[in-house]
């Protein structure tokens, strides 16, 4: 008997523990950035957000993979990107340059892209963009 109350009141403070860990995830704006980069994304579901203050991981530039070696490809060289599908936690990012080239590289899937649209902020993780296109000011 004495063991049955005891497993009850184990029971009962791991649910209150567990149950008070909920909440709101910890988004709430997009990170201050240095410069204003005006850009139009689409997402998986054909959904589209036209914001500003734009960046990825708080960064006004994206760090990817090609082959072994690690690139950084800076937002001013960016006309658009396309995001790719999801294989071993990376998507391929195919990047149409300002210069008229294209460069592709891997990039973490769950890495963050953040902005300011007219509604408020937004954050979408990579694998759930389509497209992105840098509007120019």
């Known amino acids: 008997m004495h063991q049955r109350k005891l497993s009850a009141v184990v029971i009962l403070a ?6 008070g860990m909920g909440g709101t995830a910890g988004f709430e704006h997009a990170p201050r950035v240095e410069k204003n980069f005006a850009v139009a994304i689409t997402d998986i579901t054909g959904n589209k957000i036209d914001g500003e203050k ?18 950084t490809i800076p937002f001013e060289r960016i006309k658009d990107i396309t995001v790719g599908e999801l ?4 998507v ?8 008229g080239t294209e460069s592709s590289f891997d990039i973490d899937a769950k890495s963050h ?16 963009i389509r497209t992105i296109i840098f509007k120019k000011s």
């Open 54 to 71: 734009f960046s990825w991981e708080g960064r006004l530039h994206f760090s990817g993979y090609m082959g072994l070696a690690t690139v």
């Open 87 to 90: 294989r071993e936690r990376k």
């Open 14 to 19: 791991a649910f209150i523990l567990l149950s």
């Open 92 to 99: 391929k990012v195919t990047a149409h340059l300002t210069d």
């Open 113 to 128: 892209c953040y902005g300011e649209a007219p509604f408020g902020s937004f954050m979408l993780e990579m694998e759930e």
